[in-house]
């Protein structure tokens, strides 16, 4: 491991990622550290394919509140609920590290940081180096070195350790590893016997975004399966019945989840038909 996170209870703007030789401020959310382990120190030169992008240098320390980047409210005028606003463009420029990240849990189970990285080094079989951050509540943030790499997990969806469904979704500005926050994921979906005249990428896309937010069109599906299904990466809410058909100009197409267990009666995730106590008895 190659990263390690120093000086953890400090303001953001103090908190400071150090990998290999490089220093990266810590992004803007909630972080609950692990107990504390020596940092190992890299013994090893990073390697030669490993990407130097959106690695930005140490921000210089400027006051956010006088350039009204940063504005402090209170909600209903009280100073025990401190409300900070942030300026979209400063977000955006403190996201760059990360928006190419993902977030994972273990569905209804928590692992430690060394299991999961443990797991993840296991399953993934990656040719580049990733990094993972532990964020509290059995979430992980997961940075990859390579495009390919992340691309390379995403088209493995499902992923199972320990017998339970690894939950994977984009990492985004506003997400907060609170223990209530909803668990979304990436899922492949079929859509089955669709239309041939409908096998394209673009209106593929447009199909995913009636399903979930669009992630990825299967195009080797869209050669190899032309006809039995069209097959689509998107995110879904689990906490929420999943779509099940899709109309197009008035046709219904069946969709599938692949490797997620879904009712087919209520729709919801984690249940089978035989467990589910929305069904009459
Ligand atoms: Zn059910």
Redesign the pocket.
């Known amino acids: 491991m190659y990263q390690y996170i120093v000086n953890v209870k400090v303001d953001n703007s103090d908190c400071v990622i150090i990998r290999s030789t490089v220093c990266v401020p810590y992004p803007s959310f909630t972080f609950r550290p692990k107990k504390p382990t020596p940092p190992e120190i890299p013994t090893e030169q990073p390697s030669p394919d490993r990407r130097e992008t959106q690695v930005p240098v140490m921000r210089e320390k400027v006051d956010l509140l006088a350039q009204k980047l940063v504005r402090i409210k209170h909600e209903q005028d009280n100073r025990l609920f401190p409300m900070l606003h942030v300026d979209k463009d400063f977000i955006d420029e403190l996201s760059v590290p990360w928006k190419d990240a993902l977030i994972v849990k273990l569905s209804g189970n928590e692992c430690g940081f060394d299991g999961m990285k443990r797991n993840l080094d296991g399953q993934w079989g990656l040719a580049g180096e990733f990094d993972l951050l532990d964020i509290g509540n059995g979430f992980f943030v997961v940075k990859f070195n390579s495009e390919e790499d992340k691309t390379k997990v995403i088209k493995g969806i499902p992923w199972d350790i320990y017998g339970h469904h690894l939950l994977i979704r984009q990492w985004t500005q506003t997400f907060n590893a609170k223990p209530e926050t909803i668990e979304k994921t990436m899922s492949w979906v079929r859509i089955v016997s669709l239309n041939l005249v409908y096998h394209d990428e673009s209106f593929l896309w447009a199909i995913a975004s009636a399903i979930g937010i669009p992630i990825e069109v299967d195009l080797d599906a869209l050669r190899v399966e032309r006809g039995r299904f069209a097959r689509v990466c998107v995110e879904i809410d689990m906490n929420k019945p999943v779509v099940r058909s899709v109309g197009i100009n008035g046709e219904w197409y069946e969709v599938q989840y692949e490797g997620l267990c879904v ?1 087919q ?4 995730y984690g ?1 089978c ?1 035989r ?5 009459p008895s």
């Open positions: 009712c009666h209520c729709s919801c249940h038909l467990d589910c106590t929305y069904r």
